[in-house]
């Protein structure tokens, strides 16, 4: 078993470089699906989430290579297969998202449920009422949801909530069908904004993404493009709660700062200086901040992605926090193990209240999920003594070179092998 351990008490210093986005990135590589040509992509994070689908667009067919630098070369000219194999579509939600171009690409796709969940049951039904009112006819047994369209054509679609991965799917099916596709309520995550790119750059035509209408014109057929994935906008919120919480003064770089306002506005509440620069974002703190309330909401809303460590943040604020998720209906796994290292948390309903107290201590804890477990590591950096943190492959799946990385603003943290004990 792998661990990490952190040691609590360093304040945070210098620069941290922010990767590119995972959230982005997944999208877009399943958008090389709907191109003949070739497709080169830039600043891709080595990630766990990214190598999953990258396996799953190889197992249909498409040739991929890299020359070594963050890049990723894609051609989908000849796909043999609309059906990716189960074992990687179970693993990872997001390769659900090579449904919408399959159809649109070969006019059918097989492809398994995706896997259960830590933050919620997390339904798919908006994305299949999308592709239905495309044309697109679905048949579900035994796990297997199976879709088939001899042609697809555009049509309005209204999402009952504003899902990102639907808003996505429908995107990418719409942009080789027959007519023009209107998604209202759509996600306005600058994720799909940066997916919306890529499609143009391939010959596509959808406007209004960043917007609550999102308008696709559907073309015979896309070529391949260059595209340059924007920065983890996540990743970036991550580090700034950690110089929050720790202390000291760090610049966050290769940000892209109107999409962390909501990061950036809660911090500053609690009193530690935000200021936008030239090349970044400076955090600067004293360390404990004050109480304040946080509520997730679809973009650009505060992200449920920066729940849980902005939650650990607030543990030792001066003060009662309430903390309220609206975007899925089970996301405080990480609850229980801040509350094993001394944390004041009662949850009620959708919302947690958090009572600061002075200091936690450190506990050997469990990553439920990704984002619970970066909160762990943000408990783990204002805990007395060692955090010994498990089950970190779910913290692999998004944050790209991790230690070296904190370790570079003085963070104490290590990565450390256990050949005894197996992960339960
Ligand atoms: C994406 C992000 C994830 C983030 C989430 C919300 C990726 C790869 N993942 O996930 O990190 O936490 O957005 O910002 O981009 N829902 C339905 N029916 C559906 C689809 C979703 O009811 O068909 C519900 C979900 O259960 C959830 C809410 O909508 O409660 C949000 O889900 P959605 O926006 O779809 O999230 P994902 O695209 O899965």
């Known amino acids: 078993m792998e661990k990490l351990i952190v040691t609590g008490g360093t304040k945070l210093e210098g620069r941290i470089k922010v990767s590119g986005a995972k959230n982005a990135v997944l999208p877009i590589i399943a958008a090389s699906l709907l191109a003949e040509g070739e497709c080169h992509l830039q600043d891709i994070p080595q990630l766990a989430d990214v190598d999953t689908i990258t396996q799953v667009i190889k197992s249909i067919g498409v040739k991929v290579s890299t020359t070594g630098n963050k890049d990723l070369v894609l051609n989908a000219g000849e796909l043999t297969s609309s059906e990716p194999p189960e074992e990687w579509v179970r693993k990872m939600r997001a390769s659900f998202l090579v449904m919408g171009p399959l159809l649109a690409r070969l006019g059918h796709a097989r492809i398994s449920m995706p896997g259960g969940c830590n933050i919620g049951s997390r339904p798919i039904d908006l994305h299949l009422k999308g592709l239905t009112a495309l044309g697109a006819d679905i048949q579900m047994s035994h796990g297997i949801i199976e879709c088939s369209a001899k042609k697809l054509v555009g049509s309005r679609v209204y999402l009952d909530f504003p899902s990102v991965g639907a808003t996505e799917n429908i995107m990418m099916a719409a942009s080789r069908a027959e007519g023009t596709t209107v998604i209202e309520n759509a996600a306005e995550e600058p994720e799909i904004v940066d997916l919306a790119n890529f499609i143009n750059g391939m010959g596509g ?220």
């Open 205 to 424: 035509r959808v406007y209004g993404a960043g917007t609550n209408i999102i308008r696709i014109e559907g073309v015979p057929r896309l070529k391949g493009a260059n595209h340059t994935v924007i920065p983890d906008r996540i990743e970036a919120g991550t580090y700034m709660i950690m110089a929050a919480a720790a202390g000291g003064d760090v610049l966050v770089e290769n940000v892209i700062s109107d999409h962390l306002k909501p990061a950036m506005a809660k911090l500053a509440e609690t009193g530690v200086t935000i200021d936008e620069e030239d090349s970044g974002v400076r955090v600067r703190s004293r360390g404990r901040g004050d109480a304040i309330d946080v509520k997730t909401l679809p973009y650009p809303g505060f992200p449920t992605d920066m729940q849980a460590q902005m939650m650990a943040y607030l543990t030792t604020a001066r003060g009662t926090s309430v903390v309220t998720e609206t975007v899925f209906e089970n996301r405080f796994m990480h609850v229980n193990e801040l509350r094993r290292m001394g944390s004041n948390i009662v949850i009620e309903g959708h919302s947690a209240v958090v009572k600061g107290v002075s200091r936690l201590t450190g506990a050997p804890v469990k990553a439920s999920d990704l984002r619970a477990g970066a909160a762990l590591i943000i408990a783990g950096l204002v805990a007395e003594g060692k955090t010994e943190i498990c089950s970190i492959h779910h913290i692999d799946r998004g944050y790209e070179d991790l230690v070296v990385k904190l370790t570079g603003i003085g963070v104490d943290i290590k990565r450390k092998v256990y050949p005894d004990e197996v992960e339960k």
